[in-house]
């Protein structure tokens, strides 16, 4: 079990966002976390990574705790934020070889697989390129690429295909794919549904800070009592609970 959350209260002060949430991600296994804004995703999300600290519960990746071992439990993570976070005094060379010496990896195949997502995202003639010379979708290449030269057990992907181009959006579900069939676990968090329901193994739906539903498409469809429905209908009526 590469991810597991258990019983997990916490949020940004005194009243919790998250009451008790639990799930897990096994090997291999892509989970799709979703829900309406203001579900409790992003904390979900900041809790796991160590961003927060929970006021009750535990997550532990691969049996480990972020208590334990902060240093071992970071580097077991790739993390690709919804808004790209890049150092705009750095190149994007600069950029793998920072995550290369900040994770401690063997340098000439961290560059052997930089290379390859380089080649995959059409980057390879940008190395020298700072981040103001880059479009988003660009920035969240360099994100993608800074990501999967960890090859970390964990992915936490956080609304992966927000201004990426139809190829991009392609080329990032096929590594996913990939790095899945080698035994990587995958959190990702997206409104993109139709690309969620096509790719992901699991849902965790969220609503309030809880647990609202999980499972397969065929799991939800039964909680839902919408035997039919797409993964957008079914979140079409988690909105009209709202009144949305």
Wanted: proline residues 4%; glycine residues 8%; charged residues 25%.
């Amino acid at each position: 079990m590469s991810l597991k959350v258990e019983s997990l209260t916490g949020g940004y002060s005194r009243i919790p966002v998250l009451k008790s949430v639990s799930f897990d991600i096994a090997d291999g296994e892509l989970i799709g976390l979703i829900g309406l804004n203001g579900a409790g995703k992003s904390t979900t999300i900041k809790h796991i990574i160590g961003l927060m600290k929970a006021f009750e519960g535990t997550v532990q990746i691969d049996g480990r705790t972020i208590n334990e071992d902060p240093e071992t439990y970071r580097r077991k993570i790739g993390f690709i934020p919804e808004s790209p976070l890049l150092y705009d005094e750095l190149t994007l060379k600069e950029h793998i070889e920072m995550t290369i010496m900040a994770y401690g990896l063997e340098r000439d195949r961290a560059w052997k697989t930089a290379n390859h997502l380089l080649d995959l995202f059409r980057l390879t003639e940008r190395l020298d390129w700072f981040p103001n010379d880059f479009s988003k979708g660009m920035k969240q290449k360099v994100m993608i690429v800074c990501a999967f030269i960890i090859e970390p057990s964990l992915f936490i992907i956080d609304e992966p295909f927000l201004g990426l181009d139809p190829l991009a959006i392609r080329d990032l579900v096929q590594l996913m794919e990939e790095h899945k069939r080698n035994g990587a676990s995958i959190l990702m968090s997206t409104h993109v549904l139709a690309n969620a329901e096509r790719i992901c193994d699991k849902f965790v739906v969220m609503h309030n800070g809880e647990i609202y539903a999980m499972g397969t498409i065929a799991d939800l469809r039964k909680h839902f009592d919408m035997p039919e429905a797409t993964l957008d209908e079914m979140y079409g009526r988690l909105a009209d609970r709202e009144g949305f």
